[in-house]
């Protein structure tokens, strides 16, 4: 992606009405902001999609790109959204969450994902399959060793065999479109 | 039941699992536990819809048992962790959720536990449902008495008692159909969620849980004979692997509340510094700053909490603090000279945990003298703490509110309404999803939740009426202490040609966890901290005097994920394996000799492994060497048989092959998943870069990228076997870890003939 001149120019004071407004080409939805929600240059675009935009699956975990729990695609890459800041990308940049991966978690990585069980606490899971979904786009039928070298990502529970096996069986399967189950509703995890 | 069409995923799965190649076909239905017949089993995992307008609960199982209100038993002598009430609510359309009194952080508790109560229930899999309990007196360890979610102990201390909530249950369901029907409950029985009567009439569950409700509760169920079971002992899918696939598993992090604030304070340097002054200009002038306020930490040392509309702003803010510290009055800790220190404190006895006759050790034909050096480690969960707080209502009617993942949310729930000075009734916990803990989480003195609460204490009387999320930072959290202690060991052994062990005198050096916590009074004894010598000795019966010093530092500590046996069975597990090399002896027979007769768990374990490994008989590549550890904690015990080279000083694990005594494995998935974590997290000890250092009081690392833990490159092929067994399940959650890394150790001596007594790994220091 482009982190060169900001094409987006957010927060100018002195730039009235007449400005263009901010905007973001999110989850295949043009996101358009009003002056007074228009976020400050340097915010990095983990934070816009986490606290202004209400998309939390994408995750906060090191803010120094470190650990790829904030990983989303921009034009299909991964990026570490904690590191980018939001002026820097262009509004007709096309950028993927979590959310907008798939519908109803329907992707062929989220299928192998929840077959193999892979997530335990599941905090860096959503990083995880968009580098996931990100290398297989890129190399639809890695090895091992490709895995290891695109796979970058922290997870403190150990689900890295269950994500290299994921991934090989994602790779495998993407082509097939068996009927999806559809949502569980258990285990959201809030209190009562 | 009025519900839509069930799908279960064993189905799509079979038929995903199909069209593999064969070579992934079998490891795919392995990790899966799907049959490619997907055949009559149960069902893996459901992903019923809810039928539109079907979401209203009857409210069918109240909940009576509340901390605040009677506490005492409602229905008969039952406690409030006997009650259904407090645990199952079953929806008209069928739903039954399950509310678990354990954090759930990846260790797969809430599947686990809501897998015993279905089973006795004999609910439909397909239709359970799992939720955090909170701070009420229901949810307390039913063996400790306090809302705890450590030490391995979630099946092991609650298997019994979920299982008859589940029994209680159905016996209230088979009560209400028995009248409905007119006959005898011994008439009836149960299926998938359905009694069965005379003739083969059904009722669901979901249709009776109303009149259920209205009867007593049973004190006495008969449970089933494990040989029942079809459900515990199935490789059972994870109940929130779905939601933690999409983004929408919700953790603590990621409450929304209207109006919410966040919360970044500036922390002191040097544990406990004091406060000299700030200068706040520029912080407030960062857009979305709402306030800087100072704040009271834990050992009277003083914060800034900078308070905005979200964490970006709040953590500029944050950063542009000019804060001045007085480090004047604080111990400043150095790793070099703490070192130093604790090598000369070795060289005297300190307080007795074992003794033994000694008078062998000088005059042994044999010995090994040896020193090992363990750092202190963050817990580095990959959810960052974080805790949040409500403050509503004046005086007397002063509430709060707190969200937060915590593994004692009782004593967490006191220390916040202590702080925020509102009465315990007043205060509502809601524990949250978390994103790992591995011990971070539960804080004797409720460090995390405290700092919350002051934070939001301060912005209340500031006027920010407003709910306010106190989140750390990556670098906080690597900087704010609570570490497994350091730890220095220095052991003496004599033993002769044969490895019999003649004496053995052993000291170690490190901090106490809980001295002057509320645990010291039960498990600080004649100055010994349990937490520190736990896995000493053990399972070798050999004279072995224990004496150890807690010396006083400037650095908080807490318990790791398996805590003591984080070290001793490093210490342990290497010595007996270079006795074992000392006296020419195959290592895993030397082990058995000592064992003999002994400890058949341990037996059983190490023998599973080493059979599976092919130890002993296969022909590792050139370069390998064998690596072989056994280790119990918190009651089960793990063994491991690795496969590892060295190559240029830089040592590699390839495989590991693992035996485990878990007793009855509830769901072997989610024990492999255990293991394979434990295991990850013990190499991860090794790694170079895995530890916390002090220079001049400051801690030196701050992230990821100077702190290490394990990455998918680390991650070796782990094969798990579980001895079987149908005894009571002992704990999994930490079991995992001690083993790992002396069994590296071990094959690392083998190939150069030294071992590392010093973790993380410095081969050339070793």
């Known amino acids: 992606m482009s982190t060169t001149d900001n094409v987006n120019r957010p927060a100018d004071a002195s730039a009235e009405e007449q400005a263009p407004k901010f905007k973001l080409f999110l989850n295949g939805k043009e996101e358009v902001f009003e002056p007074e929600n228009t976020p400050e240059p340097d915010t990095p675009l983990l934070w816009v999609l986490r606290e202004q935009l209400g998309l939390t699956g994408t995750k906060y975990g090191c803010g120094i790109a470190q650990c790829g729990a904030c990983t989303v695609h921009v034009d299909d890459a991964p990026v570490r959204s904690c590191v980018i800041p939001i002026a820097s990308i262009a509004p007709e940049q096309k950028i993927t969450t979590i959310e907008g991966l798939s519908r109803n978690g329907t992707h062929h990585v989220q299928r192998a994902w929840q077959m193999l069980d892979v997530p335990q606490c599941g905090f860096c899971q959503s990083g995880m399959i968009m580098a996931a979904a990100a290398l297989l786009r890129r190399n639809p039928n890695p090895s091992d060793a490709d895995i290891d070298a695109a796979i970058t990502n922290i997870c403190r529970c150990g689900s890295y065999n269950r994500v290299r096996l994921a991934i090989r069986v994602a ?7 068996a009927p999806l189950p559809q949502d569980n509703a258990a285990s959201k995890g809030t209190a009562q | 039941m009025t519900t839509t069409t069930p799908f279960h995923s064993r189905l799509i799965d079979a038929q995903l699992i199909g069209a593999l190649p064969k070579g992934l076909q079998a490891l795919a239905q392995r990790q899966s536990g799907t049959a490619l017949d997907a055949g009559d089993g149960l069902p893996r995992r459901s992903f019923l819809k809810l039928a539109a307008g079907s979401g209203f609960a009857l409210g069918a199982f109240p909940l009576v048992a509340s901390a605040q209100g009677a506490g005492g038993a409602a229905a008969g002598g039952l406690k409030p962790t006997q009650q259904p009430a407090a645990f199952v609510r079953i929806t008209r359309d069928g739903v039954v959720t399950v509310t678990v009194n354990r954090l759930e952080f990846g260790q797969g508790s809430h599947t686990g536990l809501a897998m015993v109560l279905a089973e006795e229930l004999d609910a439909d899999w397909a239709q359970v449902r799992a939720v955090h309990g909170n701070a009420d007196a229901a949810y307390v360890d039913p063996a400790f008495g306090i809302h705890i979610t450590g030490g391995s102990n979630a099946l092991k201390n609650s298997y019994t008692q979920y299982r008859e909530l589940g029994a209680r249950t159905r016996a209230m ?3 209400a159909a028995a009248q409905q029907w007119k006959v005898a409950p011994s008439a009836l029985r149960t299926q998938a969620g359905v009694v069965i009567g005379p003739g083969g009439a059904k009722l669901s569950y979901g249709e009776l849980a109303e009149a259920a409700m209205q ?5 006495q169920v008969t449970l089933k004979d494990p040989k029942q079971f079809r459900l515990i002992g199935q490789p059972t899918g994870r109940l929130d692997a779905r939601a933690k696939s999409s983004g929408g598993q919700a953790f603590g992090i990621d409450v929304r509340l209207p109006g919410l604030l966040t919360a970044v304070v500036a922390y002191p340097p040097v544990f406990g510094a004091k406060l000299q002054s700030v200068d706040d200009a520029a912080a407030k002038a960062v857009q979305g700053v709402r306030a800087v306020l100072r704040v009271p930490l834990e050992r009277g040392a003083e914060g800034v909490a900078v308070i905005a509309e979200g964490y970006w702003a709040a953590k500029q803010g944050r950063d542009a603090l000019k804060v001045e510290w007085n480090t004047s009055g604080v111990e400043k800790v150095d790793s070099a000279r703490q070192l130093a220190a604790y090598r000369e404190l070795a060289t005297k006895p300190g307080a007795l945990k074992y003794d033994a006759d000694l008078s062998k050790l000088a005059g042994a034909p044999r010995k090994i003298s040896a020193e090992f050096v363990f750092p202190y480690l963050a817990h580095a969960p990959m959810e960052p703490l974080n805790c949040t707080v409500q403050l509503t209502g004046q005086g007397a009617n002063a509430k709060a509110e707190l969200w937060t993942g915590t593994q004692m949310p009782g004593l967490d729930a006191l ?13 509502k916990m809601n524990v949250q999803m978390a994103g790992g803990g591995f011990g971070r989480r539960a804080v004797p003195s409720s460090e995390y939740v405290v700092h919350a609460c002051a934070v939001a204490k ?4 500031a006027g920010l009426d407003a709910p306010v999320r106190t989140l750390w930072s990556r670098e906080d959290d690597i900087k704010g202490g609570y570490y497994r202690p350091m730890h220095l060991h220095r052991a003496e052994i004599g033993f002769d040609a044969k490895g019999e062990i003649l004496g053995w005198n052993h000291v170690i050096v490190g901090q106490s966890i809980l001295k002057g916590s509320p645990f010291e009074a039960f498990m600080v004894q004649n100055g010994v901290d349990a937490t520190m010598v736990e896995g000493m000795k053990e399972p070798y019966d050999v004279p072995m005097k224990l004496t150890v010093h807690h010396p006083q530092q400037n650095v908080p500590v807490l318990w790791w994920r398996s805590v003591g046996s984080t070290h001793t069975a490093y210490v342990m597990e290497t010595l007996v394996d270079e006795i074992a090399r000392a006296t020419k002896q195959d290592p895993v027979a030397y082990r058995l000799k000592l064992i003999e007769g002994k400890h058949p768990r341990h037996e059983a374990a190490l023998k599973l492994a080493v059979e599976k490994s092919g130890y002993g008989k296969k022909k590792l590549a050139a370069g390998r060497a064998w690596g072989v550890a056994v280790h119990e904690s918190f009651n089960t015990v793990v063994a491991y048989v690795v ?17 485990v005594h878990c007793n009855l494995a509830v769901n072997p998935k989610s024990v492999e998943a255990q293991v394979q974590g434990a295991a990850l997290m013990g190499l991860g000890m090794c790694l170079p870069g895995a530890a916390i250092t002090l220079k001049d009081g400051v801690v030196e690392q701050s992230n990821f990228h100077d702190y290490t833990v394990a990455r998918i490159t680390d991650m070796p092929k782990i094969a798990v076997h579980i001895v079987p067994s149908a005894d009571a399940p002992t704990g999994m959650g930490e079991p995992g870890l001690p083993p790992l890394a002396p069994a590296f150790a071990n094959a690392i001596a083998r190939l150069t003939g030294k071992t590392p007594r010093q973790l993380p790994f410095k081969l050339d220091a070793a």
């Open chain 2, 215 to 219: 009867l007593p509760v049973p004190e």
């Open chain 2, 458 to 461: 301060a912005a209340r009387t």
């Open chain 1, 171 to 177: 790779s495998q399967v993407r082509t097939r479109r």
């Open chain 2, 415 to 427: 220390a916040a309404a202590n702080t925020l000075g509102v009465t315990p009734q007043n205060l």
């Open chain 2, 643 to 659: 496969e590892a080279s060295v190559k240029d000083g830089m040592p590699k694990l390839h495989t590991v092959t693992v035996g």
């Open chain 2, 173 to 175: 369901l088979l009560a």
